[in-house]
């Protein structure tokens, strides 16, 4: 059994995965207090966020403010699924610190146009410019990009792993960790967990089981601490998968109908879609019909809500091309048509393959 990184993914890019703009010194201006809180609020209330950002445009006249204002605009766009917008503040970014030659803004911007290409799913493009980041923080060797670091490696690991390359992934996963690591800030610690997790499924992949328990429990002991409930509840759908890998089905399906209990009246459709998936998977591996019908249709119910919000963001970038802003995105339009055929047939695929199990439950019980 193995998680679905995209919805994961999704749970959790707009929480932990912030490609924010770079913080100020203390002796901040008025201006610079402001930018900071639109990017603070963009990941909370992107409306209000982009009603500041109106009125803060025209008082800006700084190369550096200016792209800062536009990658929390661009993040504010992401939040809402508004793809093509918010690649458009980036780029528009990246054309100011190219212009202004300035290197720290450049590894800023071309990190959150990669990861905004890996939400698309366009991983080609998004390794393209998140290695271009890279080769610029391995140049400079500046310690203020270690958050920024962290985060390029996260997304590059995520990518690798996608790519069914769970040992290369990890190298990445550790990188990660390891510049994590370097600040003991809240966030630092949010997203390290979150890459700690992400490693445990690779190491489960690898059939490191073990050692991906063990990893597991310390990111919900570290969690639960630090009153990181998110974090802890995602860690423990991980446990419950390591312990259906060990055969464990009990305890696996304990974590997991605890977790459920727990996140009900959330509303949190990611994380609740991850236990449905993994709940389904377990009794499926137990060939218990009635439960795993169960709880796959709910399964299905929630990835269908999923489904309606990738959808838009591919109907936005459709709709709204934005090749004549930037020649990033020439003869492109093509590839996104490409990308709705293709979750056509994915879907065509998913559903033979859903069909093929429930028959062969049937087989088995009669």
Known sequence: MKLKTDDMKKGLYILFLIFSVFGFSQSETKLEKQISEVDRMAFVDPDSALIMVKKLEPKIDDDKLQSKLLLAKGSAYSVKHLSSAALKSGFEALDISQKSQDSLMMVNTLGFIGNQYYILKLNKKAINYLNRAETIIDFLKDPSLNQM?????????????????????????????????????????????????QKGYSLIDIGK?????????????????????????????????????KK??????????????????????????????????????????????????K????????????????????????????????????????????????????????????????????
């Open 149 to 197: 670091s962290a985060n390029i490696y996260f997304v590059k690991a995520l990518i690798y792993k996608d790519n069914l390359d769970p040992a290369f992934a990890i190298t990445y996963f550790d990188k990660a960790i390891f510049e994590y690591n370097k600040n003991n800030d809240r966030s630092s610690l949010l997203n390290k967990n979150i890459t700690r997790i």
């Open 209 to 245: 089981a073990d050692e991906a328990e063990k990893l597991f429990l310390d990111v919900i002991q570290e969690s639960d601490r630090y009153k990181m409930s998110e974090v802890s509840d995602y860690a423990k759908v991980g446990l419950a998968i390591t312990y259906d890998n």
């Open 248 to 297: 464990d089905f009990v305890k696996a399906n304990q974590i997991l109908s605890e977790t459920e209990k727990k996140i009900g009246n959330t509303g949190n459709v990611g994380l609740l879609t991850e236990v449905y998936d993994a709940l389904s998977q377990n009794y499926l591996n137990q060939n218990n019909a009635p439960q795993y019908f169960y709880y796959n249709q």
């Open 299 to 366: 399964l299905e119910k929630n990835l269908l809500t999923n489904d309606e919000v990738e959808k838009k963001s591919f109907s936005d970038l459709l709709k709204k091309n934005i090749e004549t802003q930037n020649s990033e995105f020439d003869n492109n339009q093509k590839m996104f048509y490409l990308f709705v055929v293709l979750i056509i047939l994915f879907t065509i695929v998913s559903l033979f393959y859903i069909r093929k199990k429930i028959n062969m439950l049937k087989s088995i019980n009669y």
